[in-house]
């Protein structure tokens, strides 16, 4: 330990000698540490946006969709043809035994009116298990019930948005808005959700009952029909058996034969949406990966310059090993002096890295997220980097012949 201290501080006065070459040479670690940490907490930023944009479309979700058809000859997309509707989603729910909830749904867009504002949105028919499967809760008011489904009433709940645009500081409870000339009473407020994966604005919506939009608002020629139904699986482990079980049942239902296409389309949005996660974090290895390569321009530096420092110091390792210094000592002081320059450029750069994370955040309004274990895996790998680029200078002072090194001009 004595003689590692005694190598440290040889290391210092070395250092403080030439203390521009020495900062020069701690450039490149420095940058290349502040790269890898401030790209790194922009990765981990976007990564926990897609994460609470992930987590706000709910969980454990399928998504059934009216499938393609053929019209005269002519191939239909998905959706097309209005192929589902209220009573699927109601036979799911109650004969599919790994579904928890199932929300059938028709959404289209319209101008909404509230005393001398208006706004354009997205108008959702819905019944009371949509909630339940977009894990969504109300701020103030009360829900949509069966009742209203119904009754096919005059009822609505608003997002976050509704209420910015159209009744500002206004308490928008028990207010009436006008959907297509029709008057909705507004019963709830949703709680703020936030952009969709898609980069929708989810708070953007006004949910009124699936009956009073499919009989008294959106006029549709199929009075029943619904563009999609969401359905929320028990748990994780049988979102694989529900879908089974959705594609099984809707085939009955439809009286489609074993030779004929299906004509619905089920998605699982929980793989997709892992899909979105994944390609975050492999974007975040991406910017990591990048920015290291500056680490190891940064280390060929510090082997560069610790070449010329034995260069320099030749005659002073002659004098040191006429007077009884091992070849060990020399080695150990040499790579001392590496790894001191590269941890103190890996600290400075890890200050730079945070401080940089912090501004792009400030000004481009973008997460960043710094995590320990990216600190530490910083500071670790600075120090490999010392002992790797710097035990070739090291091993060459190190096997120096005396008589040669106290020769040498």
Not at 191 to 212: M, N, R
Request: hydrophobic residues 45%; proline residues 4%.
């Amino acid at each position: 330990m004595e003689q590692l201290w005694q190598s440290v501080k040889i290391a210092v006065r070395a250092l403080r000698i030439n203390k521009m070459r020495s900062f020069l040479t701690m450039l490149g670690i420095i940058i290349g540490i502040a790269s890898v940490i401030a790209m790194v907490a922009i990765g981990a930023g976007a990564e926990s946006i897609i994460s609470q944009q992930i987590s706000s479309m709910g969980s454990n979700l399928i998504l059934v969709i009216p499938g393609s058809a053929k019209t005269g000859g002519v191939q239909m997309g998905p959706g097309a043809v209005p192929t589902l509707v209220s009573d699927d989603g109601r036979a799911i729910k109650s004969e599919c035994p790994s579904v928890e909830a199932a929300a059938p749904n028709i959404r289209v867009g319209s101008q909404i009116v509230y005393a001398n504002q208006n706004w354009a949105t997205q108008i959702t028919g819905v019944t009371p298990d949509f909630l339940v499967v977009r894990d969504w809760k109300l701020a103030s008011g009360r829900p949509l019930t069966q009742s209203d489904v119904d009754g096919a009433t005059k009822n609505c709940i608003i997002g976050k948005t509704i209420v910015k645009e159209l009744f500002g500081s206004v308490d928008p409870l028990d207010k009436v808005i006008r959907v297509r000339k029709v008057p909705f009473r507004v019963i709830g407020v949703l709680k703020k959700k936030g952009q969709s994966p898609q980069g929708t604005d989810q708070d953007d919506v006004v949910l009124i009952p699936l009956s009073t939009a499919q009989r008294k608002v959106f006029g549709s020629p199929f009075p029943n029909a619904v563009g999609a139904i969401i359905v929320k699986a028990r748990h994780k482990g049988v979102i694989n058996r529900a879908e089974a079980e959705i594609t099984a049942l809707l085939r009955q239902r439809h009286h489609i034969s074993a030779k004929k296409d299906d004509d619905f389309t089920v998605k699982n949005l929980s793989e997709l949406l892992a899909v979105a996660t994944t390609s975050s974090r492999t974007m975040s290895l991406l910017l990591g990966s990048v920015a290291s390569i500056s680490l190891i321009v940064g280390g060929i530096g510090i082997m560069n310059i610790m070449l010329v420092s034995v260069t320099e110091r030749t005659r002073e390792i002659g004098i040191r090993m006429a007077v009884g210094a091992r070849e060990k000592d020399i080695l150990l002081q040499f790579l001392t002096e590496a790894v001191f320059l590269t941890l103190l450029g890996g600290i400075v750069g890890i200050g730079v890295g945070v401080a940089g994370a912090t501004v792009v955040s400030k000004v481009f309004t973008w997460p960043t997220l710094v995590s320990a274990n990216a600190i530490v895996v910083a500071v670790v790998f600075s120090g490999a980097v010392g002992i790797f680029f710097g035990f070739y200078p090291a091993r060459k002072a190190a096997s120096l012949n005396p008589i040669d090194a106290l020769r040498y001009e």
